[in-house]
């Protein structure tokens, strides 16, 4: 069984920053594509970022270039270092595997965490 937990969320100002931790167990870790994904009030999930097995990065346009994405293989962890975040960044934010992408948007994730509330906010 699957099991995704997420921590490290919280209340920051504009600016600020915060690291999300995932501990991910039930999988072959080492070998599975790792996902963030977020959801607004009232929206969608949508997809934030992505770290290939071997370590390969992939962030969405209004990340890219101030979010990092990491893992570490041998705890089973994923993380997501979020700087100069801003209200626009405001959401739960899920650690999720198996996602699927149509039109170049998130269709769905076989597997996501209980997700940890990030509030941008001055």
């Known amino acids: 069984q699957v099991q995704l937990v997420e921590s490290g969320g919280g209340l920051v100002q504009p600016g600020g920053s915060l690291r999300l931790s995932c501990a991910a167990s039930?999988?072959?870790?080492?070998?599975?594509?790792m996902n963030w994904v977020r959801q607004g009030p009232g929206e969608e999930p949508v997809w934030v970022s992505n770290i290939q097995a071997g370590g390969t990065p992939y962030y969405a346009e209004s990340v890219r270039g101030r979010f990092t994405v990491s893992r570490d293989n041998a705890k089973n962890m994923v993380f997501l270092q979020m700087d100069s975040l801003t209200s626009g960044d405001t959401a739960v934010y899920y650690c999720?595997?198996?996602?699927?992408?149509?039109?170049?948007?998130?269709?769905?994730?076989?597997?996501r965490g209980q997700g940890t509330q990030v509030t941008v906010s001055s």
């Open positions: 039930g999988l072959s870790f080492s070998d599975s594509p």
């Open positions: 999720a595997t198996g996602c699927t992408f149509l039109g170049g948007s998130l269709q769905r994730c076989e597997h």
